[in-house]
Every structure is written in structure tokens, then in C-alpha cells.
């Protein structure tokens, strides 16, 4: 049995119709009523039952439509994996991410990508968000990895994950002990942030809105560019600062407390951002791998 039996009963399936299936596959209906019938005839059953609006699968087709999905699906991606092979190029993948996401997520969600074997040449290009989504508009990378809602042109974003931001302070600061403060207390605090057009900013940035506040009447110390540089300033005791649990490893618990702000939702999603075309293999596999139901990045 050939690969185009199984489109054709597979078209037949989705479009509940022959004569529908038959212009969708440029057949003529006879052609795809003859491949059906000797599917039928190989598995020793009817697979369709005719009537007079189209046609409905019986429960063997029901069953066997799910198997030509698997298979036809295995077929399409032995193709790609061979064309990659094949075509160096075919195998590149480009990734840009914000930087929490490269330092805190990326690293594990590649190890599980390329396990057991390394598919892609991959490069990573590291930013805040609203350049990783410059980068994707301008097709410098094939996928974006952001942490911000996207509100540029005409970019496709799929979520993949729900950050819950908190305010940090090191071990030694006063607000140790404490599991929340009041919004008024957080304003007066010296504080270390991200600059303009880091994700982690703008989730600050949309919270204080909520509340008719702005970055500009926090008491902000210190912009950088670097959460590791953000980290280093908090744990000495330089000021306050807001950031994903994401960039605490475990290893590095004992040196901050985290707390909320009373009335500040801080809650955040991420998204891989691409433009609305063909994406590379590897691409794909990635976007498959964070979005699916079962993905596991950070602990929710």
C-alpha cells in the first residue's frame, strides 16, 4: 500500500466527503473511491459508510484513521530528517532569547531536544525581548524566546510558560523575614532593575499601571543590563530588586529571600515568537517541545 492510499484516506476522513477529498488531492472522485476500496479490501472491512450528504468512518475507520495520522506523520518527518542530512544549511538552527530565558530555561530545554543525538548546528543570540522580537522581524533568528506579551507586527506567538516574578532581597536585608509588604513600602525601597524593554520590566511595568504608577516613582538605584549583575547587587545588600524564580538555582537559596507586593500581580508569560511562515525543522521541534501539554520548564 503507498503513501498516497493513506493521504487519500485521510483526506476522506477530515472532509467527510469523496467528491471533497478528490479536489483537495487533484483526483477525480472514482480514483479515490477505487483506493478506498482496496484499503477495504486489505483489511477485510468496510472503513466508510456512504450516505447522501458525504460519507462517516465506521469504528474500524475510526481506528485506522488514527493509525494513518502516526503514519503519515513519521513519513513526512523521516523526509525532513533525511533532507537535513543531506543540506547543512537545512539543519541550522537559530534561536534568539531574552536572558533569563537563555540563562535559566534554554540549557535544558536543548539537552532534552537533542537527546540522544544532536540534529541541529544551534545559535543562540541573547537580548531583552523587545530585540529578540526585532531580531525575528528582521529573520536574524528563526525563533524568539521572550518574556513579554508581543505587540510587534505581524509576529506569531505561542505561550509556553507562566512566570510568577517577586520581589528578592538578600539574607541580610530586614524584609528577610517577611512574606509580603505593602506597595507603598516596595516604592520606597532602593531598588536594582532591568533596563527598558526587558521582559521582567515590562511585567513591573504593567503591574504598577494597574495601580496608576510608574517606574518613574519607584526610588530605582541602579539599571542593569544582566540579571547575574542584578543578583550580585542584591545579595551584598544594595537594594531590593524583581525577578523570575527562574534565576534563583537552587544552589543559591540560602543567599535571598523572596516575598510579594500586596496588591502587585507580577504574573507573566513567556512565548516563542516566530514570523507566520515555514519554520526549519529544528524550529518546529523546539516550539513542539516547549508548547506541549506535558513540557516542563522551571516548576510551576
Same mark, same amino acid.
Given at each position: 500500500?503507498?503513501? @498516497? ?28 473511491? @477505487? ?12 472503513? &466508510? ?33 533525511? #533532507? ?28 532534552? &531536544? ?22 525575528? &522581524? ?26 510568577? #516574578? ?21 516604592? @520606597?525601597?532602593? &531598588? ?40 550580585a547587587m542584591v545579595r551584598a545588600g544594595f537594594g531590593a530588586t524583581v525577578l523570575s524564580p527562574l534565576a534563583i538555582r537552587p544552589d543559591e537559596t540560602s543567599g535571598f529571600h523572596a516575598m510579594a507586593v500586596r496588591g502587585l500581580d507580577l ?34
Open positions: 500500500m503507498n503513501p @498516497q492510499s493513506w493521504e487519500t484516506f485521510r483526506a476522506v476522513a477530515e472532509a467527510r466527503s469523496i467528491s471533497a477529498a478528490a479536489r483537495t488531492l487533484n483526483l477525480s472522485p472514482s480514483a479515490v473511491s @477505487q483506493q478506498i476500496q482496496q484499503m477495504e479490501e486489505s483489511y477485510h472491512c468496510r472503513l &466508510l459508510v456512504r450516505h447522501t450528504h458525504g460519507v462517516n468512518l465506521t469504528t474500524e475507520g475510526e481506528v485506522l484513521y488514527r493509525y494513518a495520522k502516526r503514519l503519515l506523520r513519521t513519513l513526512a518527518e523521516s523526509h525532513e530528517r533525511l #533532507a537535513e542530512l543531506s543540506d547543512p544549511a537545512a539543519s541550522r538552527l537559530r534561536i534568539g532569547a531574552s536572558l533569563t530565558i537563555a540563562e535559566y530555561v534554554l540549557p535544558d530545554v536543548l539537552a532534552q &531536544l537533542y537527546r540522544p543525538e544532536p540534529r541541529d548546528h544551534v545559535s543562540v543570540m541573547m537580548a531583552n525581548s523587545e530585540a529578540v522580537c526585532d531580531f525575528v &522581524l528582521n529573520q536574524a533568528v528563526d525563533v524568539g524566546l521572550v518574556e513579554a506579551e508581543v505587540e510587534k507586527g505581524p509576529l506569531v506567538a505561542e505561550r509556553f510558560y507562566t512566570d510568577r #516574578a517577586a520581589v528578592y532581597v538578600g539574607a541580610g536585608h530586614r524584609w528577610a523575614t517577611q512574606q509580603a509588604i505593602d506597595l507603598e513600602e516596595f516604592m @520606597q525601597e532602593p &531598588l536594582i532593575l532591568r533596563e527598558p524593554g526587558s521582559g521582567t520590566r515590562r511585567a513591573l511595568e504593567r503591574a504598577l499601571d494597574d495601580h496608576e504608577r510608574g517606574i518613574e516613582d519607584l526610588s530605582v538605584r541602579l539599571v542593569l543590563a544582566t540579571t547575574e549583575a542584578i543578583k504574573t507573566r508569560h513567556f512565548y516563542a515568537v516566530h514570523l507566520p511562515v515555514t519554520l526549519p525543522a529544528g524550529a518546529r521541534r523546539l516550539i513542539h517541545l516547549l508548547t506541549r501539554p506535558t513540557a516542563k520548564v522551571g516548576e510551576q
